[in-house]
């Protein structure tokens, strides 16, 4: 299994301009997480769907941040406009859950994001 | 979810054992263990996790008291690819998976 597969590695963009992020996650996997890391706040969990339903977006930090998961195997984080604060590494991470389940999440390689 | 307190930092010596805790006083009674580790610059990698019993794989022992209050995490022999950030968190089991990251704990190995 190639595990969860994000992109782009690295994006470099202006303020102002629209980034978008993408993630495939795991095949078979019905859960999807979107976390966003900097130095000053760690890891935060900005949005989960499940079954590719938006189950709790209580983490995005503004109407900049929009998430999709179109079917099972695509799932995109956008933001627009972006801003220099808006700059960290955006983690996707899936899983597979079920009723009682002791879900492990297996995360991507991140994409390291850069507004100038 | 139950908070969890570590400690920001800990050296170990390479070849040593590295016993890292983690306090979690409020837990609930069906709230699991987990631990991860994140590797400098990669995402974070599952470890172990447990429900009051002691659990050992093949990366790690976890170690949860009676009381369910604390737990260790051991890594039998430390090398230096163990040096990254350890997150301890604790939550209920169910169908959607959500994790709370904390600050974890940095866990130097030095030779």
């Known amino acids: 299994d190639a595990g969860v597969i994000q992109s782009p590695r690295h994006e470099v963009t202006e303020m102002g301009q629209e980034v978008t992020l993408r993630c495939k996650p795991i095949?078979?996997?019905?859960?999807l997480f979107w976390y966003r890391q900097t130095m000053m706040r760690g890891l935060e969990l900005l949005i989960y769907?499940?079954?590719?339903?938006?189950?709790?977006d209580s983490g995005m930090p503004e109407d900049r941040f929009s998430a999709k998961m179109p079917n099972a195997s695509f799932s995109t984080l956008k933001i627009q406009p972006s801003e220099p604060r808006d700059s960290a590494v955006y983690f996707c991470?899936?899983?597979?859950?079920?009723?009682?389940?002791?879900?492990?999440?297996?995360f991507g390689s991140g994409t390291q994001l850069s507004v100038l | 979810d139950a908070k969890t307190t570590q400690p920001p930092s800990m050296d170990c010596a390479e070849g040593r054992a590295a016993n890292l805790p983690c306090n979690h006083s409020?837990?609930?009674?069906?709230?699991?263990v987990y631990w991860y580790r994140q590797i400098h610059s990669q995402g974070p990698q599952y470890i172990i996790h447990?429900?009051?019993n002691n659990e050992t794989n093949e990366m790690a022992s976890l170690i949860i008291t009676e009381d369910r209050k604390s737990s260790t995490l051991i890594l039998p022999h430390a090398t230096l690819r163990d040096t990254a950030v350890y997150y301890c968190?604790?939550?209920?089991?169910?169908?959607?998976?959500?994790?709370?990251f904390g600050q974890g704990t940095t866990l130097q190995v030095k030779p």
């Open positions: 991470a899936s899983s597979w859950g079920g009723t009682g389940r002791n879900e492990k999440l297996f």
């Open positions: 095949s078979g996997h019905n859960s």
């Open positions: 769907f499940n079954n590719n339903v938006p189950i709790d």
């Open positions: 409020t837990i609930s009674g069906n709230e699991y």
């Open positions: 447990g429900l009051k």
């Open positions: 968190i604790v939550r209920v089991a169910g169908n959607t998976g959500k994790l709370i």
